[in-house]
C-alpha cells in the first residue's frame, strides 16, 4: 500500500505514480464494463423496469465517461512538470473524492476557453516527432499537453456524470386524471464519495405537466437537489416532498448506491473484504469487488389530512421494514446489498464464508465479462 500514497489525509490519498494511476482507471474501465450486465440481469427477474434499466444505464455511461476524461487528465502523473495527481478516498469509497468532479463540472462550464489555449491533436503530434528526431528527446511536455487536450476535449462531448446532475422527468402513462413519472437525479455524495442515484415514482395531479410547469417543475428539482444527501433517509426525502407538494404523489422511491470499490493494491478495507481480497491473491485486474446497495422506499396508502379550514390533501403513508426495530430503522420498506466480483475473490468468499456476506447477492464475472447471479 504504500507505494500508492504519497500524501496521505485520514481517508484520502494521492496517486503519483504513473503505473498506478494507469491501473487504477484501467481496473476502472473493467470494472464499468460489468455494471450494465448486472442492470440487465435486474431487468430480466423483474427488479427494474426497461425504462429504469435504460435510465440507470445512461447513469452508467456517464460514469464511464467521466473516468475517461480522468484517465487523461492524470496520464502524465509522475512524468511532467506540474502535472496533476489524482486525489482519491482510500479508506471508505475507493473513488476519486467528490472534489474532483466539483473541478470538473467548472473546467467542463470553461472548455472553449481552454481548448482554444492549447494547440490541437495533430499539432501536438507532429511536433512530439519532430521533437524525437531533430532533437533526440522525449517531449515530456508536449505530451502533457496532448493530455490535457484530450481530457477538455473528452469534456466537450459531454455527457459526463458531475457532482450535480439534476432531475430529469420520463413520462410513464396516464392513470385516470393524473399523469405518472419516473423522475430521475444523481449525485456525486461528498459524504460519502460515491455516485448516488435516484429513481422516484411519482403521480401527478396538477393541471398542467409537471415538466412543462414552470412554477412546480423548477421548485421540485431545485427541493429534490437540497434533499440528496446519504446522510437522509428515503422515509424523510419522501414525506418532505409530499408534504411541499400537494399535487405530487410519491409512490416509490429508491436510492441505488454505486460502490465502494476494494482492492488490495489501492485500498485500505477491514472486516471480512480484506481477509477474501488478501487470501485470493487474484492476478491484476481480478483484484477487487464493487458493493452496489439498493434502498426502497413504497408507498403503502394514501390518508386524506386538513389542509387549513376547509380543504383536505393527500398524504402517502410508507412501508417501513417489517424486521427491524424502531431503533435499527432505515427508513426505507427495504434494503438490498449485492456485490460484483471476479471467480478467484468469489472462490475465497465461499470457502471462507463470513456472516456479513451471506444474506448479500453475489454477481460473479466469469469467462468473457459472464455475470452469473447467486446468493
Not at 45 to 62: C, N
Not at 136 to 161: C, D, I, K, N, V
Not at 184 to 197: K, R, S, Y
Request: hydrophobic share 40%; no cysteine; aromatic share 8%.
Amino acid at each position: 500500500m504504500t507505494e500508492v500514497k504519497d500524501r496521505l489525509t485520514q481517508d484520502h490519498a494521492e496517486l503519483s505514480d504513473t503505473l498506478m494511476v494507469r491501473r487504477y482507471f484501467a481496473k476502472f474501465d473493467r470494472i464499468s464494463g460489468h455494471l450494465g450486465r448486472v442492470a440487465a440481469e435486474l431487468e430480466t427477474e423483474g427488479t427494474l423496469s426497461r425504462t429504469e434499466t435504460r435510465v440507470l444505464g445512461r447513469y452508467l455511461t456517464a460514469l464511464t465517461r467521466s473516468f475517461l476524461a480522468l484517465s487523461h487528465k492524470y496520464l502524465m502523473t509522475g512524468r511532467a512538470d506540474g502535472a496533476p495527481r489524482l486525489t482519491f478516498d482510500w479508506h471508505e469509497s475507493g473513488f476519486p473524492v467528490a472534489q474532483e468532479l466539483m473541478l470538473m463540472a467548472v473546467d467542463a462550464a470553461n472548455v472553449a476557453k481552454h481548448l482554444a489555449g492549447i494547440a490541437s491533436v495533430e499539432e501536438l503530434k507532429d511536433r512530439m516527432v519532430r521533437q524525437i528526431v531533430g532533437e533526440q528527446t522525449l517531449p515530456t511536455a508536449l505530451q502533457f499537453a496532448l493530455s490535457q487536450r484530450l481530457y477538455y476535449e473528452a469534456l466537450a462531448q459531454g455527457g459526463m456524470f458531475l457532482s450535480r446532475n439534476d432531475p430529469e422527468a420520463q413520462w410513464i402513462e396516464n392513470i385516470d386524471e393524473r399523469r405518472k413519472y419516473l423522475i430521475h437525479w444523481a449525485v456525486f455524495d461528498t459524504q460519502v464519495n460515491l455516485p448516488v442515484i435516484y429513481l422516484m415514482d411519482l403521480e401527478d395531479s396538477g393541471r398542467k405537466p409537471l415538466p412543462s410547469d414552470d412554477r412546480r417543475w423548477p421548485q421540485a428539482q431545485q427541493h429534490l437537489m437540497a434533499q440528496s444527501v446519504d446522510g437522509l433517509k428515503l422515509l424523510t426525502i419522501a414525506t418532505g416532498f409530499d408534504t411541499d407538494f400537494p399535487d405530487l404523489h410519491p409512490k416509490r422511491l429508491r436510492r441505488i448506491h454505486l460502490g465502494p470499490m476494494y482492492s488490495s493494491a489501492y485500498t485500505l478495507q477491514s472486516g471480512p473484504i480484506s481477509q477474501v481480497l488478501t487470501t485470493a491473491k487474484a492476478p491484476a485486474g481480478e483484484d477487487w469487488a464493487l458493493v452496489w446497495t439498493v434502498e426502497d422506499l413504497i408507498a403503502d396508502r394514501t390518508e386524506l389530512v386538513k389542509d387549513g379550514w376547509f380543504s383536505t390533501v393527500e398524504r402517502q403513508i410508507f412501508k417501513r421494514d417489517p424486521f427491524l426495530g424502531q431503533d435499527m430503522d432505515h427508513g426505507a420498506t427495504r434494503m438490498e446489498r449485492m456485490v460484483i466480483l471476479p471467480e478467484r475473490p468469489f472462490q475465497v468468499l465461499m470457502e471462507l464464508n463470513p456472516p456479513g456476506f451471506r444474506d448479500v447477492r453475489k454477481f460473479i464475472v466469469g469467462a468473457g465479462g459472464r455475470i452469473i447471479s447467486t446468493r
